[in-house]
Structure formats: structure tokens, C-alpha cells
């Protein structure tokens, strides 16, 4: 594509020259000779009507001599460039400019007939066989007691009517040759704002072909061309972020699958070769089932993501009662609750609350934000579930009074495999997935996930849900 592109484009710029020299030499060539043909022949006529009506009429009313109509006539031929003749009806030649004709000697034009002319205002040819060379000849008769007494023929020869032409021909030529010349301000044009940005863009997309994402590709144009190079740009900057990322994810679940299953192959090498007595090994035991539980845990949650992201996410949306399904979710902590001795406070709006989401999903989220709540509080303290209606929203939020998140990570913690350092002594099990399904959830019902926590005062997450209209029944 690189070259031939221009190539066309030069190609067409010559087609464009070498049509516009063939209309010149055929249509403006003939169109030129016609107008010098009707020019030349009007100017004759008319001089040849004030001779027919002056010298001529003078001569045929024996008022001049025919020696100095003769004279007058040579002198015009001159000035004019013709050839000046003054003949009688029947066709004999009484004064011819130039050489005058002897005495007692009779010319006579053969088959001579001005009615062949009727219509026309000339003739081209040699004038019934009376010149070897090809003529432009105009007639005007004399008149005079209503009858006509001779003609006053004009001839010029055609090829100073073709030597005229050509002259004005070649300005023609000429004024081509600047049209195609000025022109070259297009080429010129078209290689500065087409050509070079699109060689630009074509070898950017060779280097992203084999993968260089992060080739530089600029062109500072405010057209289509920079529109299509800023999108491809954009593009591979895209293409480019989401390798890192997944280089990223790889390189993290690798490390969280890695490090239980060492751990595992510790204790069970430990208890094979004796370093464990067998009196300890029950405790050991039950620490590689705790390992196996996370790395459950673990799978679970990366296929729940996967899902999440791949299946873009089909929700089976109903109204439901999220006052009802905030009390099943919390009764699934009682047992944690009670070890920990952490009372939960929920402060819901009316009795039932009706939101229109994916129930399944949603219990997902409540159990996320639940259990990251219970673990990062203190014992004897109390996390308090809430729910607020505000412009056909609900919202939804979970505070504790724990250990907080630092200012810094606060950015990152709902990114995958995120954990803080506060907590990672807390929470041996974690694996940093639950609040990133949290938010995919979350938003793939266009809503929103935020958190306001302080360090050492605790965090409180609130999601927002769309509205159920049955709630406006309910009221009714
Ligand atoms: P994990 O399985 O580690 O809990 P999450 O994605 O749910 O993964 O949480 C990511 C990190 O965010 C946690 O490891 C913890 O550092 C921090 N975090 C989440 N919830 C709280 C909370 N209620 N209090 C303090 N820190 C929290």
C-alpha cells in the first residue's frame, strides 16, 4: 500500500496532464481556427462592402479612373494582406490588386456562380480553380440602379488564418502549462496532510502487528487522518494496559496459589520424616486443611470473577426485599458474631425494602462486606448495617468500627488480590478477591461501590441499587 498509493496519485496527476494537452489540441485547436475562420471573414466583408460601396461604385459610374482604383485596391491588399479583386457578374476580372492586368487581355473566373455562396458569408478553397493554394474568400456585390453591376471579391490566404490560430493555440498550451503546474500545489498538498501521516500510521500498525504496543504514534492533525491515528493510538495503549494487567493477575495468583502449597508440602514433608511427632500431628493436620480451605477459597472466587467478566455479566433482575436479605446474611454470621463478641445493629428503612437487582449476586456482595467487617473489627465492638432511600436509589451500607484502611491503599483495595499490610496479620485466609467481585457486581448494575474509612476508627462501605417500583404499591 505505501507506495502505490502515491504512485496512483502521480499517475492520476499525469492522466490529468495528458487529457488536458488532448482537449487543447482537438477541441480548443478547432474551436480556435472557427473563430479566427468567422473573425477574418467578417473583417473582410466588411472592408469589402466599403469598397464595393465607394472605389467600386465610383469605377462602375465612370467617376474614377481605372488606374487609381487600382492603385487603391494594391495599397489595401497590402496593408491587409490579401488579394483585392473587383469582377463583373459574368465572371471576368476588371481590376485585380498587385499586377495589373494588360490591356486587351480578358481573365474570366470559369463556372463562376456568387448564388453557390447564397447564405454563407465566405468560401475556403481555391475560388473555382483560381489559386493553387487554399483561399478564405468573401463577395460583396455592387450595386446600383437596382441591379448589380460586379463584386468585390477578398481572398486571404488560409494559412495566415492558421498561422493566427496557432499563435493563440500555444497561449492555450501555455496557460495548461501553468494550470498543470500550479496544480503540483495538490500533489504537494496531499503528500504533506495524506500521504506521509498514512505512511505513518501503516508502519505504527506493522510494529503493533508484532506486538510492539508501546511504538509512539503522533500525528497533530484535526481531521479524520489524527482522528484515526489518536484511535489506533488509544488502541494499542489499551491493548498494551490489559497485557500488563494480565501479566499482573498471573503473576499474583500464581504467587497466592504458591504460597499455601508450600505451605502444605511443609507440614506433610514435616510429618513424613518425623520433624513432626505424631502426638502434634492433628494440629498440623488441621493448619494444611486451612491452607486447602484458602486455596478453595481462592479458586472459587477467581472462577466467580471469570464469570463475572466473561459472561459480560447476565443478571436475573427481581424486586426483592433487600431488608429481608440483609437479616438471612447476617444470620449466617451468628456464629463468628458470637466468637468474636461483636453485636451486628441493623438500621433498615421500613420494614420491607424493595430493590430491583440479582438477589444471588447481591447476597454475594452482603457476604463480602459482612465478613471483611467481622474480621477487621475488635472483639466487643459492633458493626451496624444500614439502609437509606434517596432519589430512586437505595443504598446500602456496612460501618465498622475496626482497624480501618490506610489513606494510601483506600485507591487500590477493590483492585484484584489487593491487601493491606494492616490487615494481612488479621486475616491469614484472605484473598484479596472479595471486594473486586464486590465492585463488578456492583456495577454491572450501573450503580456504585465507595468506602469512607479511617485508620484505627474503622470503614464503612456503602453500595447504592436501583429502586423497586413495588415499593410505591407497598405505600399505596
Ligand atoms: P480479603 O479476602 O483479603 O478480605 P477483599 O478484597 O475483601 O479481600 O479486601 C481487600 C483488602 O481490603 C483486605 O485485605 C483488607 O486489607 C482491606 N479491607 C477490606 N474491608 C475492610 C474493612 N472492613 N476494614 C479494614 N480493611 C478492610
Not at 267 to 277: Q, R, V
Not at 304 to 331: E, Y
Request: charged share 20%; glycine share 6%; aromatic share 10%.
Amino acid at each position: 500500500m505505501r507506495k502505490t498509493l502515491y504512485l496512483k496519485f502521480i499517475f492520476a496527476y499525469l492522466l490529468f496532464g495528458i487529457f488536458g494537452f488532448i482537449v487543447v489540441a482537438t477541441f480548443v485547436s478547432n474551436m480556435t481556427l472557427d473563430a479566427c475562420k468567422q473573425g477574418a471573414a467578417g473583417n473582410l466583408y466588411r472592408e469589402a462592402t466599403i469598397i464595393a460601396d465607394s472605389y467600386a461604385a465610383d469605377l462602375y459610374n465612370s467617376e474614377v479612373s481605372l488606374e487609381t482604383v487600382h492603385q487603391q485596391l494594391t495599397a489595401l491588399a497590402g496593408y491587409t494582406n490579401t488579394e483585392i479583386w473587383i469582377m463583373n457578374p459574368s465572371g471576368r476580372l476588371v481590376v485585380r490588386s498587385g499586377e495589373m492586368i494588360p490591356p486587351n487581355t480578358e481573365i474570366y473566373v470559369k463556372g463562376f456562380d456568387p448564388a453557390e455562396l447564397t447564405g454563407q458569408l465566405y468560401t475556403i478553397g481555391s475560388f473555382w480553380d483560381s489559386f493553387s493554394t487554399e483561399q478564405l474568400s468573401v463577395i460583396a456585390p455592387i450595386t446600383g440602379n437596382y441591379r448589380t453591376n460586379g463584386y468585390v471579391v477578398m481572398h486571404l490566404p488560409m494559412q495566415a488564418i492558421l498561422k493566427e490560430a496557432n499563435g493563440l493555440l500555444n497561449i492555450s498550451y501555455i496557460e495548461l502549462l501553468f494550470i498543470l503546474f500550479l496544480s503540483l500545489i495538490i500533489l504537494i498538498f496531499f503528500t504533506e496532510i495524506v500521504y506521509q501521516p498514512l505512511r505513518r500510521i501503516t508502519k505504527a500498525t506493522e510494529q503493533y502487528a508484532v506486538g510492539n504496543m508501546r511504538y509512539p504514534l503522533t500525528v497533530e492533525s484535526n481531521d479524520e487522518i489524527g482522528y484515526l491515528a489518536a484511535s489506533l493510538s488509544y488502541m494499542a495503549g489499551e491493548i498494551s494496559r490489559a497485557e500488563d494487567d494480565q501479566k499482573k493477575f498471573i503473576a499474583n495468583v500464581s504467587h497466592d496459589f504458591r504460597s499455601p502449597l508450600t505451605s502444605i508440602r511443609g507440614y506433610l514433608t514435616a510429618m513424613l520424616d518425623g520433624t513432626i511427632p505424631p502426638e502434634l500431628r492433628e494440629k498440623y493436620l488441621q493448619l494444611v486443611l486451612n491452607e486447602t480451605d484458602r486455596l478453595t477459597k481462592l479458586t472459587n472466587g477467581l472462577l466467580t470473577l471469570n464469570n463475572l467478566g466473561t459472561k459480560g455479566m447476565l443478571l436475573s433482575r427481581t424486586d426483592f426485599d433487600i431488608n429481608n436479605l440483609i437479616r438471612s446474611c447476617c444470620a449466617m454470621f451468628e456464629q463468628q458474631c458470637r466468637d468474636k463478641q461483636i453485636t451486628l445493629e441493623l438500621v433498615l428503612t421500613g420494614e420491607e425494602l424493595y430493590v430491583n437487582a440479582d438477589r444471588d449476586k447481591i447476597e454475594q456482595v452482603l457476604y463480602n462486606l459482612l465478613d471483611n467487617a467481622i474480621k477487621f473489627s475488635h472483639s466487643d465492638s459492633s458493626v451496624r448495617v444500614e439502609t437509606n432511600e434517596k432519589r430512586n436509589r437505595i443504598f446500602v451500607s456496612v460501618k465498622d468500627s475496626g482497624i480501618g484502611i490506610p489513606k494510601e491503599d483506600q485507591g487500590q483495595i477493590f483492585e484484584r488480590f489487593y491487601k493491606t499490610d494492616l490487615s494481612r496479620g488479621k486475616d491469614k485466609k484472605g484473598t484479596g478477591l472479595g471486594l473486586s467481585i464486590a465492585r463488578e457486581i456492583i456495577r454491572s448494575h450501573g450503580e456504585n461501590i465507595n468506602v469512607i474509612s479511617t485508620e484505627g476508627v474503622g470503614s464503612e462501605f456503602v453500595f447504592s441499587l436501583p429502586r423497586s417500583e413495588l415499593n410505591d404499591q407497598i405505600e399505596e
